[in-house]
C-alpha cells in the first residue's frame, strides 16, 4: 500500500525523472547509462586496429582512406544502473515524534526508488536498523511494477534502537553489492566520526554516494521548557535535566549549525552530495524540483 | 471616606504563605522528553540552575496565586469602606382635622402649638442635622401604584439644616380636614423613613397619644412622639344626608347627625342648626342634647338646590358660639342631592304574583323572587338592586343592602313578633319621619296585624294598640323597615294611606342607597383607577367657600370640605366632601394611634452624634476578583496542559 503522498499524478512526474550519476558503472543489463563497458553504444569511444573476424560495419573507410591502415571504431555501451539506497533505522528517525522523520525519510526513498525502477534501473534498500533478525535489505529491483515490493518492505520500517552506524554499514556492504548509485537517508545526528567511517566504506564500495539528511521541524526551532526536563536520549536511553530556557536555545542552536556544517564539509571533502530536508518541507518539491538542480537527478 | 479592616487578626494568615512555595520546591520531577540526540543537550543549562533556588522557577502563575491567597486573607480580614454622613431627622407634623382644635385657653390652636413645639424641639438639635418635613396628610390613604407617600409632603423635599430658619417652612403648612391615618398606616410610614430613607431620628407631634406594642421594628432610640395637651370640647356633625323621593321630586328631605361627648354637652349649648343652598337658608331651632350619643334630626320640605351645607351653631347669632366649640371644622357638613335614577327593587315573596300591582309605580324596576330562589350571595354580588322587599318571608340574615320587612312570619329569626290582632287601631307614629309623612294613618286600618318588637338598632314609627306595627332603623349603614301588616298588593288611589306609606318605605330606602358613596375628607381620587368615581379635571370648588384643593402627581387630595365638581365624559357632577369622622370630633376622648413603637425622651439628645459612620464592605469585590483570577488561573493551566500534549 503507498503511501497518500504517491497519487498517479506524482508517480506519472517521478517517471519522467532518471538517476544522475557522476561516474560510470558496470551495468549488467542494456540500460540508459552510459557504462564502463565498450560495445555498441551510440557514444564513440575509441579506435583500434582491425582484426580478423571484427564487424566490417565499424571500418572507419575515411580513416582507411588517410591512413592505409584498417581501424574499427568503438563505442561506449549503455547499460542499466545499479542503485542502493540505505535508509536510517535507529530510534532517532521516529523523535520529534509529531514530525514524522521517519515517513518523510520513507516517501523520499520510496520516491528515489520509483524514480530507479521506472527507468528500468535497478535498485535494492538497505536499513541501517539494530534488529539483526529482522531482514535489513532487499534484493535489486527491477521494473516499476516492483514499486509494490519496495513498498511493502518500508512498511515495515519502525525505527528503533541504536544503531552502530559503522558497523551497520559494513554488514550490509558485505554482502552482495553492486557498484553504482547510493543514497544515504538519515538525520546524521550521530557523531561525526561515525559518519566519516561510513562515508569511508562507502567510498570504498564504488559507490556515488548522495546523503540526505532528514531534520525534524522542531530540532530546527524546539520549543523552550525553562521549568526543566528530564531528557532521554531516543537512542542510548542516556538521561540529562535540562533547562530549556532562550539562552539554552541558543547554544544548541549554535551546536546543532555547527555539526550540520561540519557534516556538509565532510561530504564535500569525501565529493559526496549532500542535501538537507526539513519536515516541514513539501517531499514532491524536494524530489522534483531540488534534487535534479543538484545533479541527483535529471 | 476611609479603608479599614474588620478583623486585622486575619493578616496573621500571611505567615503561611511561604507554604506556597513548597509544591513548587517539591516539583523535582521534570517532565520527561525523549530527543532524538542528547549529545546536542548536554551541558546546556546554566550553572545557576542546577542549583535548588535556580530550579525554583517562580512563573506567572505563582505570582497569581499568590495574590489570590493574599485576596483571600484580605477578605478574612474583612476590609470596609467606612464613610460619614450627616445626621437626617425626620419631623412627622400631624395635619389631621383634629390638630384645627383650640386649646383649653381658646387662644391658639393645637397645630400652632405643634409649630411651635417643634421650633424647640429643633433648638435642642445640635447643628449640622438635616432635617425633613412630613406632613401626615396625605398619608397612607395615596395607592402605593399612584404616589410615593413620601413624596405627597412637598415640604419635605429639600432638608433643611438646623439653624435655618424653619419658621416660613413651618408657615406654610396647613391643617388639612382630613382624619388622622391609621395606626398602620403610620407605622408604615415610620417604618420607611428609618429603614428605606435612611433616617436617624423621628419627631412625630401629634394630638393623639401614640400606644406602643409589645414588640416593635424600630429601636427606641429611633421613633419620638410628641402629644400636644387637650382641646376644648367640641360638638360636631356625624351625617349630614339629603333625600328626594323619586316619587315625589320636590320635597327634600335633610337628616343632621349630631356627635357630642358628655363633657361638651354640658358646655356647649347647641341652638341651631342652619340648612342653607347657597341662595337661601334655613334655620332650625335645637333642643338641648341630653344624651351623650349621636343624635339625628330630621327636616323636611327643603328647597330643590343640588348642593347644601349644614352649620351647627351654639347662639342666636350668624357666628354665635362658635369659639367656645372646640373644633370649627366638624361644625359644618356638605351634602349634594343625588340624581333621580330608577330604582331596582328585588321582592321575594312566597306568592311574588302580588308584587305585580308594583309595576303601576313610576320608576321602578321590579324583580319577582319565590323564597327558594333567594340566594343571598348572588343577591349580594348583584349590585344592580336598589332594595329588597321580603313580602311574608324573612331570610335567615339581614341582607347587605336597604331591605324592607312586610308582615315576616312568626318564625323568623330576624325579628321578635308580638301580638297579632284583626283590623288593629294606628295610635301613634312619628312626626316629621320620611316614613310617616303624607300618610293619613287614622284611615289606614290593616286587616291583620302582628306587633313588632324594637330591637336595639330599630325604633318604632308606627304604634297601634297591640304594639309597634313599624319598625325602622340603620345597621351597618343601611337601612331597615319592617312592618306587622302586609301592604301588599299595591291597590295605588283605592287605599291611598297604604299606597303613600308603601312610596315612602321605598323612597326612605333607595334614597339612603343613592347616597351610599359620599366622599370623605382624605380621600385620594385617581382618574384611572375607578371608572364609577369622579373623574379630574376638577373645574371648580363652587359651594360654600373657596377650597384649596392639592393635586397630587396623578391623584388628587380631597382634604378639605366643600362641594367639588368634577367633569366626566363633558358631564359635570357635584360631589360633597365631608369629615364626618366621630373619632375627628370626639377631642375630649382621642383614639390612641397604635405605631411601632415611641421612644422616650421625646427630645433627641444632645449627645447624639452629629454624623453617623456607614460601613460599606468590600468583601464582594475582592471575592470577585479572587473568582476572576481563578478563572485566569484555570484558563492558563489548561492552555499549557493543551501546549504540553501537544508536544
Known amino acids: 500500500m503507498l503511501p497518500p503522498l504517491f497519487t498517479s499524478d506524482y508517480l506519472s512526474r517521478l517517471e519522467t525523472l532518471r538517476i544522475q550519476t557522476r561516474r560510470r558503472f558496470l551495468g549488467s543489463r542494456p540500460g540508459g547509462h552510459v557504462s564502463l563497458r565498450r560495445g555498441a553504444g551510440l557514444e564513440f569511444a575509441d579506435y583500434r586496429r582491425y582484426t580478423p573476424g571484427d564487424d566490417l560495419r565499424y571500418i572507419d573507410w575515411n580513416l582507411y582512406g588517410r591512413t592505409d591502415r584498417l581501424y574499427i571504431k568503438q563505442f561506449q555501451e549503455e547499460e542499466d544502473l545499479y542503485t542502493s539506497l540505505f535508509l536510517d533505522g535507529s530510534a532517532s528517525m521516529a523523535y520529534p515524534a509529531q514530525d514524522g522523520k521517519a515517513e518523510t525519510a520513507r516517501d523520499i526513498i520510496l520516491s528515489l526508488a520509483h524514480v530507479v525502477l521506472a527507468s528500468n534501473d535497478a535498485v535494492k534498500l538497505s536499513l541501517l536498523s539494530a534488529d539483526t533478525a529482522a531482514p535489513t535489505t532487499t534484493p535489486f529491483f527491477r521494473g516499476r511494477q516492483r514499486l509494490g515490493n519496495v513498498a511493502e518492505f518500508l512498511d515495515s520500517y519502525r525505527p528503533a534502537g541504536r544503531v552502530n552506524v559503522v558497523q551497520s554499514l559494513a554488514r550490509q556492504l558485505q554482502q552482495s553489492h553492486h557498484p553504482g548509485k547510493a543514497v544515504w537517508v538519515s538525520d546524521f545526528l550521530f557523531p561525526l566520526s561515525d559518519v566519516r567511517t561510513g562515508l569511508s566504506l562507502m567510498r570504498d564500495a564504488n559507490f556515488d554516494l548522495v546523503l540526505i539528511q532528514v531534520l525534524g521541524h522542531e530540532e530546527i526551532d524546539p520549543p523552550l521548557f525553562p521549568s526543566g526536563a528530564r531528557l532521554t536520549d531516543s537512542e542510548s536511553g542516556a538521561e540529562s535535566v535540562v533547562y530549556f530556557d532562550t539562552r539554552a536555545k541558543q547554544t544548541y542552536m549554535q551546536r546543532l549549525d555547527r555539526h550540520n556544517r561540519e557534516l556538509q564539509s565532510s561530504c564535500h571533502q569525501a565529493g559526496v552530495h549532500y542535501a538537507r530536508f526539513i519536515t516541514h518541507q513539501d517531499v514532491p518539491h524536494f524530489i522534483l524540483r531540488e534534487l535534479p538542480e543538484m545533479g541527483l537527478l535529471m | ?647
Open chain 2, 1 to 647: 471616606m476611609q479603608f479599614s479592616f474588620l478583623s486585622p487578626a486575619a493578616f496573621s494568615l500571611l505567615l503561611a504563605l511561604p507554604l506556597l512555595l513548597v509544591p513548587y520546591l517539591l516539583r523535582q520531577r521534570h517532565q520527561r522528553r525523549v530527543v532524538p540526540a542528547l549529545f546536542l543537550y548536554q551541558d546546556i543549562s546554566s550553572p545557576a540552575r542546577r542549583s535548588l533556588w535556580g530550579r525554583l522557577r517562580l512563573s506567572p502563575l505563582f505570582l497569581l496565586q499568590l495574590l489570590i491567597l493574599l485576596l483571600l486573607v484580605a477578605i478574612a480580614a474583612r476590609p470596609v469602606l467606612q464613610y460619614e454622613t450627616a445626621g437626617k431627622i425626620a419631623l412627622v407634623l400631624d395635619t389631621s382635622a383634629s390638630m384645627q382644635a383650640r386649646d383649653p385657653s381658646g387662644q391658639t390652636s393645637l397645630f400652632e402649638m405643634a409649630k411651635e413645639r417643634i421650633q424647640q424641639e429643633l433648638s435642642d438639635i445640635p447643628a449640622g442635622y438635616h432635617i425633613s418635613i412630613f406632613t401626615t396628610n396625605p398619608l397612607g390613604a395615596v395607592p402605593e401604584e399612584l404616589l410615593d407617600p413620601l413624596a405627597g409632603s412637598a415640604d419635605a423635599v429639600e432638608p433643611l439644616t438646623v439653624g435655618s430658619d424653619l419658621r416660613a417652612v413651618l408657615e406654610r403648612l396647613r391643617v388639612s380636614d382630613a382624619p388622622d391615618p391609621s395606626g398602620a398606616a403610620l407605622s408604615a410610614f415610620f417604618i420607611r423613613l428609618l429603614r428605606d430613607r435612611d433616617f436617624e431620628h423621628v419627631l412625630f407631634v401629634t394630638d393623639r397619644p401614640v400606644t406602643p406594642p409589645s414588640g416593635g421594628h424600630m429601636s427606641g432610640q429611633a421613633l419620638h412622639t410628641v402629644t400636644l395637651g387637650s382641646a376644648q370640647p367640641n360638638i360636631g356633625i356625624s351625617t349630614f344626608r339629603l333625600y328626594q323621593s323619586p316619587f315625589f321630586p320636590d320635597d327634600i328631605h335633610a337628616t343632621v347627625g349630631i356627635h357630642a361627648t358628655e363633657d361638651a354637652l354640658s358646655q356647649l349649648p347647641l341652638r341651631q342648626i342652619v340648612i342653607e343652598d347657597g341662595q337661601t337658608q334655613r334655620r332650625f331651632a335645637v333642643q338641648q342634647i341630653r344624651q351623650p350619643a349621636a343624635q339625628t334630626f330630621s327636616f323636611s320640605q327643603l328647597p330643590l338646590s343640588t348642593s347644601y351645607r349644614a352649620r351647627i351653631l351654639f347662639g342666636e347669632g350668624e357666628g354665635g358660639g362658635q369659639d367656645k366649640d372646640g373644633l370649627a371644622v366638624d361644625n359644618e357638613a356638605y351634602a349634594v342631592l343625588p340624581p333621580l335614577e330608577e330604582i331596582a327593587v328585588l321582592l321575594v315573596s312566597p306568592t311574588p304574583e302580588v308584587g305585580d300591582s308594583l309595576d303601576q309605580i313610576p320608576n321602578i324596576k321590579l324583580t319577582l323572587m319565590t323564597p327558594q330562589d333567594y340566594n343571598p350571595v348572588a343577591v349580594t354580588s348583584a349590585p344592580e338592586f336598589t332594595c329588597v322587599l321580603f313580602h311574608l318571608t324573612a331570610p335567615e340574615a339581614l341582607p347587605p343592602m336597604p331591605a324592607a320587612f312586610f308582615l315576616p312570619p312568626d318564625d323568623n329569626p330576624l325579628f321578635s313578633l308580638g301580638q297579632s290582632a284583626q283590623q288593629p287601631v294606628l295610635t301613634h307614629w312619628t312626626h316629621g319621619h320620611p316614613l310617616t309623612s303624607y300618610v293619613t294613618f287614622p284611615l289606614l286600618i290593616p286587616a291583620y296585624a302582628q306587633a313588632l318588637r324594637p330591637s336595639g338598632w330599630n325604633t318604632p314609627i308606627v304604634e297601634s294598640t297591640v304594639g309597634p306595627l313599624l319598625l325602622a332603623g340603620e345597621r351597618a349603614g343601611r337601612r331597615y323597615v319592617v312592618t306587622g301588616f302586609d301592604l301588599l298588593p299595591y291597590l295605588g288611589t283605592r287605599n291611598l294611606p297604604a299606597s303613600i306609606l308603601t312610596l315612602n318605605i321605598l323612597g326612605w330606602l333607595s334614597d339612603q342607597a343613592s347616597q351610599s358613596a359620599p366622599y370623605k375628607t382624605g380621600a385620594m381620587l385617581s382618574p384611572q383607577e375607578n371608572t364609577d368615581s369622579p373623574t379630574v379635571p376638577i373645574l371648580s370648588v363652587r359651594f360654600p367657600q373657596e377650597t384649596d384643593f392639592r393635586p397630587i402627581e396623578r391623584a388628587l387630595s380631597l382634604d378639605r370640605q366643600g362641594v367639588y365638581t368634577f367633569r366626566k365624559d363633558g358631564k359635570e357632577r357635584p360631589a360633597a366632601v365631608n369629615l364626618l369622622s366621630p373619632e375627628e370630633t370626639d377631642l375630649g376622648r382621642p383614639l390612641s394611634l397604635m405605631v411601632d413603637e415611641s421612644g422616650e425622651p421625646s427630645h433627641i439628645s444632645q449627645t447624639d452624634r452629629v454624623s453617623r459612620t456607614h460601613e460599606r464592605p468590600v468583601w464582594p469585590w475582592l471575592l470577585l476578583a479572587v473568582l476572576v483570577l481563578c478563572s485566569l488561573e484555570w484558563w492558563w493551566v489548561a492552555r499549557k496542559d493543551m501546549a504540553r500534549e501537544q508536544y
